[in-house]
């Protein structure tokens, strides 16, 4: 059963545009919602976080939208630039013990 | 070093071989996770490990596969007699702290991956 659904699967989206990426979960007892952004051939690199007690949180042009009611959150990303060009998974852990990763987002910026 | 290193970045194996892929952490990072990522999938779990005890294995997908940290540093994945359908990015993530608790970050430091293809 995957934890955590991811949508879309790719986003194509001309530069200064917003990227918006959605997730959902089922596990009510997750307690950190982390945003993973990877390039091509490289690791996933952490892009920015949320607790579930916090609404938004935004850090730059990246915003995380939380609702906990609805049991979704979502990456925005502003002014998106083609250097934002990468894929981005959603992810979910409980204490941090084993994360639960979405499956994927690869967002394409168009100059 | 700067980051989490993994070797060998790309490793081509005949069905049936055995294979290991090591993984050297951020120095003094506790915890360690190694994930398998198939193409155009997200990463998923398959052990744990704080310092040098395996705390959660649950990810392991056969006995197989099998997993070490002897002395809390340096960590090996190891896969007996591969098989076709092992063919992945094999991603090791180190974390600076224990992540039980209410004070953790949730950061994930990954290394590059390792790319093992089965023939």
């Known amino acids: 059963q995957q934890q955590v659904k991811q949508s879309p699967q790719s986003l194509i989206v001309q530069k200064g545009g917003i990227s918006i990426i959605n997730c959902a979960y089922e596990?009510?007892?997750?307690?950190?919602f982390p945003w993973y952004q990877q390039f091509p051939g490289k690791g996933p690199a952490l892009l920015i976080a949320?607790?579930?007690?916090?609404s938004e949180k935004k850090e730059g042009r990246f915003t995380i939208s939380f609702n906990k009611s609805a049991k979704q959150f979502s990456l925005h990303i502003m002014d998106s630039q083609p250097g934002d060009s990468a894929t981005y998974f959603c992810?979910?852990?409980?204490?941090?013990?084993?994360?639960?990763f979405g499956t994927g987002t690869s967002l394409t910026v168009i100059p | 070093g700067a980051g989490v290193s993994q070797s060998p970045r790309y490793k081509v194996a005949k069905r049936g071989q055995d294979v290991a892929l090591r993984c050297d952490p951020i120095?003094?990072?506790?915890?360690l996770f190694w994930y398998q990522q198939a193409l155009g999938q997200g990463p998923e779990f398959l052990t744990y490990?704080?310092?040098?005890?395996?705390?959660?294995k649950s990810g392991l997908p056969s006995d197989r596969f099998f997993a070490e940290r002897p002395e809390g540093s340096v960590s090996t994945l190891k896969i007996q007699r591969t098989q076709q359908e092992d063919s992945a990015v094999y991603l090791c993530?180190?974390?600076?702290?224990?992540?039980?608790?209410?004070?953790?970050?949730?950061?994930?430091?990954f290394g590059e991956g390792s790319r093992l293809t089965v023939l």
């Open positions: 993530a180190s974390s600076p702290r224990y992540l039980a608790g209410t004070d953790y970050t949730g950061e994930l430091f």
């Open positions: 596990n009510t007892a997750f307690d950190y």
């Open positions: 949320i607790r579930p007690d916090v």
């Open positions: 992810a979910a852990t409980f204490l941090g013990n084993q994360f639960y």
């Open positions: 120095s003094g990072h506790v915890s």
């Open positions: 490990f704080q310092n040098e005890a395996q705390l959660d």
